[in-house]
């Protein structure tokens, strides 16, 4: 990887970073993000408000757990990199305490499918992991078992994890959970909503696997594929 390219995502992180507070899905220095490199990954570093950070002070860490730079990196490095570690598929991940996300966290209330949005998840529903102590080593087993065949999980009286391909995708990802959490937790104060089945979450996620190759929905029955017209 060039220095360009590093220092270009270096500028990206921090401006994601800012975008996690701007959005209302973080607080203070709560969360963190992490980058996928050659060799490592870059992480924001630990205790250092998103409003001062600038792109050195982005740290450079190896899978071995080594970091350069003049900060250390987030307290919560050891999930980042496992995650990045055992997930090829993925190259980001973000991290963030989300009110509505957070709440459900605290009571270990995993998502079902009581909308089919849930499937922007890789799954049935959005796990909760166990509750440990952050940035322990226990967390990271609970978080990787937890995002298995998923993209994002609650963290037990804790807050989110969202992954992504790019830094958008999963600043994106983190937003529609904290969206689905919002809905569930007012969902809730009516009853228990109807959930829908697995083999229409099975239809769901093939349209989104669909849609994120590009390609319109075409599935029997679901959606006709629109023509373009000639200019």
């Not at 990199?81 to 997930?87: M, N, P, S």
């Not at 529609?176 to 909503?193: F, H, I, K, M, N």
């Not at 109807?194 to 669909?210: A, H």
């Amino acid at each position: 990887m060039s220095e360009l390219t590093n220092r270009d995502l270096r500028h990206e992180m921090v401006d994601i970073a800012r975008k996690m507070n701007a959005s209302g899905i973080n607080q203070g220095t709560a969360g963190n993000i992490s980058q996928r490199i050659e060799n490592g990954f870059l992480i924001t570093p630990s205790s250092l408000p998103y409003d001062r950070m600038e792109a050195g002070d982005i740290v450079e860490m190896d899978f071995d757990g080594g970091y350069a730079g003049q900060l250390r990196p987030s307290s919560e490095w050891r999930f980042h990199r496992d995650i990045l570690k055992h997930r090829p598929d993925i190259d980001v991940v973000l991290h963030c305490h989300s009110i509505y996300a957070t709440t459900l966290a605290v009571h270990y209330k995993p998502i079902p499918a009581f909308h089919y949005m849930i499937g922007v998840a890789g799954g049935y529903d959005i796990r909760v992991a166990d509750y440990a102590t952050f940035g322990t080593q226990q967390l990271s087993d609970n978080a990787l078992e937890a995002l298995e065949g998923r993209l994002a999980c609650l963290l037990g009286q804790h807050g989110q994890i969202a992954l992504g391909k790019t830094m958008e995708s999963a600043l994106a990802l983190g937003r529609e959970v904290e969206t689905l959490s919002r809905l569930y937790v007012q969902a809730l104060t009516l009853g228990d909503p109807p959930i829908l089945s697995n083999e229409e979450m099975d239809r769901v996620i093939e349209q989104m696997r669909k849609m994120s190759y590009g390609q319109m929905p075409d599935a029997d029955g679901i959606n006709d594929v629109p023509k373009k017209r000639d200019s």
